[in-house]
């Protein structure tokens, strides 16, 4: 079945460093993929997302690009902030479902 | 409008209590869902309404009820709910046409805590 695999966090960083969180998936179809950002005590907010092979989804600062060859969608940032300090959950859905797969989430603690 | 809004904001409820969570989304979407999401976890889906209609129900224990009275509006009422249903609970909204779902937008959650 369809699925999605992020990185194992927490993952701490300083201000200003480069940010990497991996999200690789699992797909029989062609579906889109989001990245969403829960701040604390917040619920979910759309970060950014693309919808089909090659696109880049950007906001923020942030940016993904679906990648079909290696099946993966991974998210950077090249210079974060106190206030990224988060989780970001990848996830695909299909346009046909209402469903979303939501990866296990990571935790990005970033230091000042 | 660009937002889904939920109350109340934190509920404790006993487990003989009977309680009703609400949700509310002015952006014509017409498909609307309830997540429970525990600490640490990803959300996970409970119920889907499309056009008003129950569409999804991922299998939910009947003490979680849920109603959707209009197109804007959708209600979670509770009743003799488990310690183990504390949880925070997101709602969502999406645009829905011909079978094609868009990308959801959540609302802050209701931090339920069951005594």
């Known amino acids: 079945g369809d699925s999605v695999t992020q990185m194992e966090g927490p993952v701490t960083l300083s201000e200003e460093a480069f940010l990497t969180i991996n999200c690789t998936y699992t797909a029989t179809g062609y579906p889109s993929l989001f990245w969403y950002v829960q701040y604390p005590g917040e619920g979910l907010q759309l970060l950014l997302k693309a919808t089909k092979a090659d696109d880049k989804g950007s906001n923020k600062g942030f940016e993904a690009t679906y990648r079909k060859e290696t099946t993966s969608f991974h998210l950077e940032k090249g210079s974060v902030q106190v206030s990224d300090s988060a989780v970001y959950f990848c996830?695909?859905?299909?346009?046909?479902?209402?469903?979303?797969?939501f990866g296990s989430g990571t935790r990005l603690s970033i230091r000042p | 409008d660009t937002e889904v809004t939920q109350t109340p904001k934190h509920l404790v409820m006993g487990m003989t209590n009977k309680k009703s969570l609400k949700c509310e989304q002015h952006?014509?979407?017409?498909?609307m869902y309830w997540y429970k999401q525990k600490a640490k976890k990803p959300p996970e889906l409970m119920f889907v309404?499309?056009?008003?209609?129950?569409?999804i129900n991922e299998s939910v224990p009947s003490r979680f009820s849920p109603e959707c009275p209009n197109s804007s509006l959708l209600n979670l009422h509770l009743h003799a709910l488990q310690p183990e249903d504390s949880a925070l609970y997101l709602c969502a909204s999406s645009r829905t046409r011909g079978g094609v779902y868009n990308e959801q937008f959540f609302g802050p959650g209701t931090r339920l805590t069951v005594l």
């Open positions: 309404y499309s056009y008003e209609k129950l569409s």
């Open positions: 996830a695909l859905q299909y346009s046909s479902a209402s469903k979303i797969i």
């Open positions: 952006m014509g979407h017409r498909a």
